[in-house]
């Protein structure tokens, strides 16, 4: 290497033109900028994805697709949202923020932190390419359940590796985070001073810490058992297919929260600020992330309800389950109290914010509902259960990516983003989100199959409403993209401070932030 | 973290080195099991990306550690590094320890009518009556009769080998401590030898589970969690004796000082962290 200086000697950004500095940057800044605008792109193309699936939706009967194709799709989809759009969206924001709200210099790895984001790309592509094989794409769910992921044709294996691949980026990843929060704090910042953000952080880093290995083995068995002749998964062999489900969602449900908790603490910056007042009940919003990361270990297999365990095993998993009602509570009050008598304005991140609050909760109680084992005996599979996750992931862990972009935009780029068209942006983002998903508990609740590109002609008018929604959110979302093309080129100029209520080290330094920020780190009261 | 001036390397080359080597290895991985003809070369093609990535690496940060750019921030993150991804791999064994004890405390059960398992086996299997480890590869006896692994050949001997390299281990650490280096390079040998005889016993085992038990990965479940615990554990110990045979040369170059020796310390924790594993296996897998 040639940089071989204690002391930055470069503190400008060498041009954004030139290609080197985004291959080899060990920049913070740089790498969370790459992982956004990934994550924006595998958004674009994952909702591409589902976009075809509503429109072969949008009536009864097949039309566009043959099957297998849809199949493809669902599958795909999920992969896409999940691995590709939303967790590199967040580790985008944590390596943009983390450093800059704790007063460190950069991330405590550097370099492997330029290879956790380039293998993204790499990996996503590993599985974008089983797209174009003869055999298809992965067809058997994003879950991956054997026996049938194992008669997946010759994509089955490119599919397993670019798991690991993933998984391989994740894990370094977050134990850069980790290792950042706990080693590379400045001064004064004790744990308890840290903002919520970097909180919540800490802990999603943790859990995946934990169970992406888990994942790892699970597909590793898959791989085995296809290839190598192992019985893990094959009864005649001693083996049980229901042993992946438990090892699947003992990553799974943790998963969930890795998606959600990040979400959590940026909405717990953004309330504050534009609320005016102190977040209330800090300390328990510490302690009930933690209390949900604890949990989400133990839950896992209310994914399952319907796969024949004992009476024991349903109660604990229906028990456990509603008690992360409890620390979930916590938070949404702690928001509302926040709120409470405060001097309330609504910009676009707030507005965002307030969305997340309420059609999170929307989701988290549809989720109550399928923790109840008799009931979820009725609900499991069902379009019921698409639309509770997609509550809690699109205007839940989405919609808080999005207040977090207009949160940070003008710190990212030191011009404010265009204030009507972010209002339009929410309004009609929320319009057509709840078109697209409201009328998913009800076909769901009258007995539709998820996964199925056909169905009954008692659906069909509200799988026609559902399409027009999902396609006007697609749409929306053009309009997104186009806010954030104009504030990077240009705009009215941000404040240092930028919103008049925002606290945190992240607003005492310039707007643009510079390339290198704490060089030396600064005192916290 | 304590004032100023930690080091931030500008720019890295080695990194997007290493994520074609991933990417080129999984690529050639996927088509050698697929059976495609170019797979094996692309594979082995992958790798030497990875080795030269590494080597590159593994090069540039010994030589910054030497050159006396890392403080004590650095040495911490570092050490945070190693500790989280030793938490990490504790659990990729325990999806296999899991698969291990649902397979023989509940699949198999059940598979021979216990608890709720009464209809299943009625349907499906009605003659099977399960005993761990004889009918362990399941009602179809897929890969056909074997004998199970034995706990007090060679297995013993192993288990006395690594707890003996774990104590060579210590004293290493003890040695570098006082900044004897010569007396850490030579107790890392006595390390590596242990390491590197563990490895041929567990090739003997395996020929012999082969050979005579007709004990094989496919031997229904047993097979797989035995093969797939004690492979990925030997696949551990290997790496380990590699990083312990690099640290012991690096010893013998003079590198490492009585407070600047992070790679010996993250070898070292591997080692005992393979060790623990291996404890577990003898207890779970061979013994009990």
Known sequence: MSAVDTHHDEHHAPPASSIKRWLFTTNHKDLGTLYLWFALIMFFIGGAMALIIRLELFQPGLQFVDPSFFNQMTTMHALIMIFGAVMPAFVGLANWMVPMMIGAPDMALPRMNNWSFWIMPAAIGLLLSTLFMESGGPAGGWTMYPPLVLQGGDSFAFFIFSVHFMGISSIMGSINIVATILNMRAPGMTLLKMPLFVWTWLITAFLLIAVIPVLAGAVTMLLTDRFFGTSFFNAAGGGDPVLYQHIFWFFGHPEVYILILPAFGVISEIIPTFARKRLFGYASMVYATASIAFLSFIVWAHHMFTVGMPLAGELFFMFSTMMIAVPTGVKVFNWIATMWRGAMTFETPMLFALGFVVMFTIGGFSGLMLAITPADIQYHDSYFVVAHFHYVLVPGAIYSLMAAAYYWLPKWTGHMYDEKLGQWHFWLSTIFVNLLFFPMHFVGLAGMPRRIPDYNLQFADMNALASVGAFGFGFTQILFVYIIVKAVRGGEKATDQVWDGADGLEWTVPSPAPYHTFDTPPDVK | ?288
């Open chain 2, 1 to 288: 973290m304590a004032g100023g001036s930690y080091y931030v390397p500008h720019q890295a080359k080695w990194p997007i080195v290493g994520t074609i080597g991933l990417f080129v290895f999984f690529v050639g991985f996927a088509n050698l099991l697929n059976g495609a003809s170019i797979g094996p070369t692309v594979l082995a093609g992958g790798t030497a990306i990875l080795v030269v990535m590494m080597f590159g690496w593994f090069g540039d940060v010994i030589r910054e550690s030497e050159g006396g750019m890392y403080k004590k921030n650095e040495g911490m993150s570092f050490r945070m590094g190693m500790g989280w991804f030793i938490f990490s791999e504790v659990f990729f064994f325990a999806a296999f320890f899991g698969a291990l004890f649902y397979a023989r405390q509940l699949a198999l059960p059940w598979l021979s009518g216990e608890g709720a398992g009464a209809t299943t086996q009625a349907i499906l299997y009605p003659e099977f009556s399960f005993t761990w480890p004889n009918t362990a590869n399941g009602p179809e006896a897929i890969g056909g009769q074997f004998e199970a692994m034995g706990a007090f050949g060679l297995p013993l001997i192993n288990t006395l080998l690594l707890l003996t390299s774990g104590v060579t281990c210590t004293i290493a650490h003890h040695a570098i401590k006082e900044g004897k280096r010569k007396s850490m390079s030579m107790w890392l040998l006595a390390t590596v030898i242990l390491g590197a005889i563990f490895l041929t016993l567990q090739v003997e085992e395996y020929a012999h589970a082969y050979n005579e038990l007709n004990l094989t990965l496919e031997s229904g479940i047993y097979g797989s969690t035995f093969f797939m615990l004690t492979g990925f554990h030997g696949f551990h110990v290997a790496m380990g004796t590699l990083m312990l045979f690099i640290v012991m040369i690096r010893g013998f170059r003079g590198h490492f000082t009585a407070e600047n020796h992070f790679a010996f310390e993250a070898s070292a924790w591997y080692w005992h962290f393979v060790d623990v594993v291996w404890l577990g296996l003898y207890v779970f897998v061979y013994w009990l």
